[in-house]
């Protein structure tokens, strides 16, 4: 029995179902909270954002300083730092838009899905297709570099 637990898929699985839950309950997967936010007449969902982001640099401040093992495989944690790119702002202005458009971003798609919200499958359908779309342009973009360059 407590193999199956132990199981990093089910560990992931857990997680992930009680995030979106605590997601739920925070009023993250309502479109009234997002529009509200983004209107500056209801800063609740905000709040929830603030907090998790806060709660995120204190728990990756003490996964650094007391040099933390990972749970399944006991390799240590490492916090490499991502070169910036150039497409950042525009890809960032992007998310915007996106999250602005459909009251949805990344993390909340699932458990709006899981609450039976319909409109959510055509974001996550968006989200889909712009993934596959800035795939096949990157690798377009680093071809035709490649191929002026030599």
């Given at each position: 029995?407590?193999?199956?637990i ?14 979106g839950f ?7 997967t309502?479109?009234d ?7 500056f ?6 709040k929830?954002?603030v907090?998790?982001v806060?709660?995120?640099m ?9 040099n ?8 240590p ?5 991502k070169?910036y790119?150039q ?8 998310f ?24 959510a ?10 993934t596959?779309?800035?795939?096949i342009l990157?690798?377009y ?8 360059s030599?």
């Open positions: 029995m407590w193999q199956f132990k199981n990093p898929n089910f560990l992931a699985l857990g997680m992930g179902a009680l995030f605590l997601m739920s309950r925070a009023g993250a309502t479109y909270f997002h529009v509200k936010m983004f209107m007449e209801d800063m609740q969902l905000m929830v954002i907090t998790a806060i709660v995120a204190l728990g990756v401040y003490l996964l650094k300083r007391f933390v093992r990972s749970i399944t495989t006991k390799t944690v490492d916090f490499v730092k070169p790119q497409g950042l702002i525009l890809g960032a202005m992007l915007g838009i996106g999250w602005g458009m459909t009251a949805a971003c990344p993390g909340t798609i699932p458990a709006m899905i899981a609450e039976g919200k319909i409109g499958l055509f974001t996550f359908l968006g989200l889909i297709l712009g596959l779309a800035y795939g990157k690798t973009l680093l071809h035709a570099k490649e191929s002026s030599s």
